[in-house]
């Protein structure tokens, strides 16, 4: 059918249009089928020598290196865990340490304090004594003058009122005097 | 063709969808020896120049944080690798190259036809015969060796009551044999279709009216060849390995 | 008169797509009514669909090449 209408419309049209289905122009599949079969062996000599043997080796590289990493990780992780056990622990000896180091102060601060203290209350204790028996002194001292004066008033007074003064007894009449 | 002529002599719509099909030597001379450069060879050519540029060139830093283009060339292997393992067994894996070869030529040959202006050299009947060709002797050489004569079992369903078995065993010889061809065809056909009724929305754009709709319906065919692109050449490999599945494993 | 039938042949041809196209949209839907039910399973079995909607589509395109024919190399 093609032909008949083709040769009706005259030759310059077969030439300007395909002859049917080129598909089925079968003096060219000798051609196609040639260089078809020389496309294909170029694609499988360089997929199976070059593309890929390298692709399967980036792969499992990167599997490799994922694994790896992985693996790294987890090392890191149980690293940092350890670091941080590490770090309570530190803190805990540390405070435990800072205790420590109050409480000796404090008892060692406790322990001037009470020396201080006693030394304190020692040299208070013997000054208080000391400034007692001094003042027993001078009371004493102060008894003995009185005595005196009292005692020589008394001569005085006994003489001026015309009667012989005995010192022995105005001693004896003012101690009596004074102890009443 | 005969729409052709009289378009021709009308001065009205012209079709031509089969035009972009013709095979022409590259370099002058009308006459198509085994060994002339034509435009199927210019294209094959730039497939393989493709196939390099994704699977080689892109690979060349073997990066173990991949860029944009070897991560593609790992998707696709990554994806025919797995396909062939899951569908025709661990055993299959000897044949990945094989496989891998006929994938990235279909893949690529398709999407260089989907350029504008450029030749499909999938569309035409020689080359996916012979792709299919090369899958289903290979199949049956393999089946073979592998089983010997009990390839044979898988035209034996073993399942079925006995007195069916001959009938069946007729169907599955015919369905064997029929592989090819329709393995064939599918593809061819489908490239084909896509691109003469693109070529037909062409056409009809020559009128002022329809124009506006052509354009669109071109556009549309085109984005659904895109994807008929890359589905028709996933499903011509899983069927490889499906026929290969069949080739290690005959019984049903 | 002998290319008129051709023609009206091709066309007829061409319902054969049309009635291919019914076969994937069986596969391809009752494939989604599936995967709803479990959809865990599905992903397993879109290469299944696949193969389904090329089987099924290799038939339309063979009375697409009919028509073809029909139309440029009877």
């Not at chain 2, 099909?21 to 199927?40: E, Q, R, S, Y």
């Not at chain 2, 061819?188 to 052509?214: L, R």
Request: hydrophobic share 55%; glycine share 8%.
């Amino acid at each position: 059918m093609a032909t008949k209408t083709t040769d009706a419309a005259g030759h310059a049209a077969e030439a300007a249009s395909a002859p049917g289905m080129p598909q089925l122009d079968f003096s060219n599949w000798g051609n196609q089928i040639f260089w078809l079969l020389v496309t294909l062996v170029v694609i499988y000599l360089v997929l199976s020598r070059i593309a890929l043997p390298r692709i399967a080796a980036v792969l499992a590289e990167r599997q490799g290196t994922i694994t790896n990493d992985i693996a790294a990780a987890e090392e890191l992780k149980a690293k940092a865990v350890e670091a941080e056990e590490a770090y309570n622990k530190a803190l805990a000896d540390a405070k435990a340490e800072a205790q420590r180091i109050v409480a000796e102060a404090k008892a060692e601060i406790q322990a001037d304090l009470n020396a201080a203290t006693e030394k304190a209350d020692a040299e208070i204790a013997a000054k208080a004594a000391e400034s007692e028996k001094a003042i027993a002194e001078i009371r004493a001292g102060a008894l003995e003058s009185i005595k005196d004066v009292a005692n020589a008033t008394t001569s005085e007074l006994v003489t001026a009122l015309g009667g012989a003064a005995d010192d022995a007894e105005v001693a004896k009449a003012v101690d009596a005097q004074m102890k009443g | 063709m005969a729409s052709e002529a009289h378009g021709a002599e009308e001065g009205g719509l012209v079709f031509h969808p089969m035009d972009q099909f013709i095979i022409k030597p590259l370099f002058g001379g009308d006459h198509i020896g085994l060994f002339t450069i034509t435009n199927a060879t210019l294209w094959m050519a730039l497939a393989v120049v493709a196939v390099v540029a994704l699977m080689v060139v892109g690979t060349r830093r073997r990066a173990i944080v991949p860029s944009r283009g070897q991560s593609i060339g790992e998707l696709a292997y990554g994806f025919i690798y797995k396909m062939v393992e899951d569908v025709a067994g661990k055993d299959a894996v000897k044949f990945f190259p094989y496989i891998m070869t006929l994938f990235l030529f279909i893949v690529m040959a398709n999407f260089l036809g989907l350029i504008p202006m450029s030749f499909t050299t999938t569309s035409h009947f020689a080359v996916t015969v012979v792709l299919a060709l090369l899958v289903f002797v290979t199949v049956t050489v393999v089946g073979f060796v592998k089983n010997g004569a009990g390839f044979l079992g898988l035209f034996w369903v073993s399942s079925a009551p006995l007195p069916l078995r001959p009938i069946l065993a007729i169907i599955e010889v015919i369905s064997y044999f029929v592989r090819p061809v329709s393995h064939s065809i599918r593809l061819a056909g489908n490239v084909m279709a896509g691109h003469a009724v693109i070529k037909v929305f062409a056409g009809f754009a020559a009128i002022a009216v329809v124009s506006p709709v052509s354009v669109v319906a071109i556009t549309a065919m085109y984005g659904l060849e895109v994807l008929v692109a890359f589905i028709q050449a996933y499903v011509f490999t899983i069927l490889t390995c499906v026929y290969l599945k069949d080739a290690l494993h005959p019984s049903h | 008169m002998e290319g008129q039938l051709a023609h009206i042949g091709a066309g007829l041809a061409a319902i054969g797509s049309g009635a291919a196209a019914i076969g994937v949209g069986n596969v391809a839907g009752n494939f989604l009514a599936g995967a709803l039910r479990n959809p865990s399973a599905a992903a397993s079995q879109t290469a299944t669909l696949f193969i389904g909607i090329a089987f099924a589509e290799a038939l339309g395109i063979f009375s697409f090449l009919v028509a073809l024919l029909l139309m440029f190399a009877v």
